[in-house]
């Protein structure tokens, strides 16, 4: 199964790829991560993407496209993958159907997180994490609604659009999850 997680920040996309990962014996492909431990590391990807992280915006398609060219090709993605924050604006979307094109793999569903601003900020508060104080917050959910919102009709004209409301508890949006993917 090849899934894309699609929503705003702070919609519980990690939290329920992680769920679904360890169900179905997935990988959990979230680039938020795979930056996130680059700047820990201080390697050359984190000193370049770090400023853009914590300003709220996207880090440039350069640092971000043949990463994920890579971990698409490693070894544990052969029975599928859950595609966490990839892609985040069309051309990462184009260039995420061209590689699977190349490489022979299909899409499955994206899973769209319908979740309202209210709900995401005081989510994000709680959560506390480096990047979520409310200036940040207000950059990125911008930054969803004029990069990232428009991969849902991306995907919606492509067939593979299941919508959730994530707007619920942990378990009923699950339950949801549960019940379109049949598992
Ligand atoms: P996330 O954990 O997905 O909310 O990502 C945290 C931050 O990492 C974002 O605010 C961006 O700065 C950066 N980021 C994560 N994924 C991407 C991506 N696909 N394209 C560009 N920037 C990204």
Known sequence: MRLIFLGPPGA???TQAQRIA????????STGDILRSAVAAQT????KAKGFMDSGELVPDSLILDLVKERLQADDTKS???LDGFPRNVSQAEFLSDLLTEIGQNLDHTINFDVPDDVIVSRMLERGRKDDNETT???RLEVYREETEPLISFYHSRNCLVPVDGSLSINSVAAQL???LKI
């Open 137 to 139: 917050i207000r950059r």
């Open 80 to 82: 599928g993958w859950i």
């Open 178 to 180: 549960e019940s379109a």
């Open 44 to 47: 050359s990807l984190g000193q």
């Open 22 to 29: 360890a169900a179905c014996s997935l990988p959990h492909i």
């Open 12 to 14: 519980g996309k990690g």
